[in-house]
C-alpha cells in the first residue's frame, strides 16, 4: 500500500477516480439513454486532475467537449464490501468536480460498443475545486451544483435528484473495488451538458459552500 498523503490534496497522491454515469434522470434522458437499474461506472486515471489555474484542454481529436458538474466524495477510510449503513464513516470530504466528455467520441464508442475511454479519461479530464471538509456539506443529498459557461447559467440541479445515493454507490462501488484513502468518486451530474470552446470560461459552485474558475484552451501538438 502506497503511504497515504495529505487528505486536503488527495489530487496529488490518490490512486483512482471511480465515475458514475446516468445518476439524474433528467441527463440520462438528455442523452437518450434508458434510466439505470444499478449504476453505471467509468474510470479515469489520476493523471486526468487539474487545477484552478490551468487549463481544461480540449483534445485534438475532439470537436465536441462537453462540461459536466459533479459532487465528489473524497475517501478517507479504505475498505470493501462496505456495508450501506457505514459507507459515510468512510468519506473525508468533498470536492466541486467536471467530468470533461469528449461527446462526438463518445457516441463513437457507443455506437460500436467500447469502452469510452478516450472520451472521458485524457489529460485535464477533471477538473476539481479545493477538498472541502465532510462538516461543510452535512447534507450531501441536498445540495446545489451549478455551472456557468461565459456567465451563462448551463447547469443546476440539486444532488437530490440523484438515482443512487452516495451510501448506496460507496457500498455497490466497494464490492468489486476496494476503495483506498484519496480515491475520489464522481457522483454524477444533472441535466444541461453542453459544448464549450476555445477560450470558454467556465464558473462552477456548489450554492453557498465553494466556486471554481476554468479557462477552456486546445491541445497543442
Not at 97 to 126: H, I, Y
Not at 188 to 214: C, N, R, W, Y
Request: proline share 6%.
Amino acid at each position: 500500500m502506497m503511504a497515504a498523503g495529505n487528505i486536503s490534496r488527495f489530487w496529488e497522491w490518490g490512486r483512482k477516480i471511480i465515475c458514475v454515469g446516468r445518476n439524474y434522470a433528467d441527463h440520462a434522458k438528455e442523452l437518450k439513454n434508458a434510466i439505470p437499474t444499478e449504476p453505471v461506472l467509468f474510470l479515469k486515471p489520476p493523471s486526468a486532475y487539474v487545477r484552478e489555474g490551468s487549463p481544461i484542454l480540449v483534445p485534438s481529436y475532439s470537436r465536441n467537449l462537453h462540461h459536466e458538474v459533479e459532487l465528489g466524495v473524497v475517501i478517507g477510510k479504505g475498505g470493501t464490501a462496505i456495508p450501506r449503513a457505514d459507507a459515510m464513516q468512510h468519506v473525508a470530504g468533498y470536492a466541486l468536480c467536471l467530468d470533461m466528455t469528449a461527446r462526438d467520441v463518445q457516441d463513437e464508442c457507443k455506437s460500436q460498443g467500447l469502452p469510452w475511454t478516450r472520451a472521458k479519461a485524457f489529460n485535464t479530464s477533471c477538473p476539481v475545486s479545493d477538498f472541502i471538509p465532510k462538516e461543510s456539506i452535512p447534507e450531501p443529498g441536498d445540495v446545489t451544483l451549478w455551472l456557468k459557461v461565459n456567465e451563462q447559467l448551463r447547469q443546476c440541479g440539486c444532488t437530490s435528484q440523484m438515482i443512487f445515493s452516495i451510501p448506496h454507490l460507496i457500498s455497490y462501488i466497494s464490492d468489486f473495488i476496494t476503495l483506498e484513502e484519496g480515491d475520489l468518486i464522481l457522483t454524477g451530474t444533472p441535466k444541461g451538458v453542453s459544448a464549450v470552446q476555445e477560450h470558454d470560461e467556465l464558473q462552477a459552485g456548489i450554492e453557498g459552500v465553494i466556486t471554481m474558475h476554468f479557462k477552456v484552451d486546445r491541445q497543442l501538438h
